[in-house]
């Protein structure tokens, strides 16, 4: 056994498997699990997903919203303990892998058109 097939072999375990297809230009929202002190809650975090990295384990996800009247990014590993759930709430419409082009625009220019075709 081959040292590549062995690291395959120990990810596997820790690979969720809930979740959902998630697309470019989708709006989610991702639960958080924060812990304060001694307690643990989950806090949602939705935005557009701008932009995906595959790669088996080491797989992300960029998340963008406007929060007042400024633009936050956080960049999820999918696969990590700290992400309770995700939802996908609206499926957008794109022609592009990678959304950064909104980080440019302001207000209604960064709305992506809803798409049907794809199952939530």
Do not use: C, W
């Not at 557009?48 to 960029?62: L, P, S, W």
């Not at 999820?76 to 082009?101: D, T």
Request: proline letters at 2%; charged letters at 30%; glycine letters at 10%.
């Amino acid at each position: 056994m081959n040292a590549q097939a062995i690291i395959n072999s120990i990810e596997a375990e820790f690979l969720k498997t809930d979740l959902p297809t998630i697309h470019v230009g989708d709006t989610v929202k991702v639960g958080v699990k924060i812990v304060e002190g001694g307690k643990e809650r989950i806090q949602p975090y939705e935005g557009t997903v701008i932009a995906m990295r595959n790669g088996g384990i080491n797989e992300t996800i960029t998340v963008r919203r406007v929060f007042q009247g400024v633009g936050v990014e956080r960049v999820f590993l999918l696969h990590s303990p700290r992400i309770a759930n995700i939802k996908i709430l609206r499926r957008g419409k794109v022609r592009r892998a990678k959304l950064y082009y909104l980080r440019d625009r302001v207000g209604k220019a960064t709305r992506i058109q809803q798409r049907f075709d794809r199952a939530l």
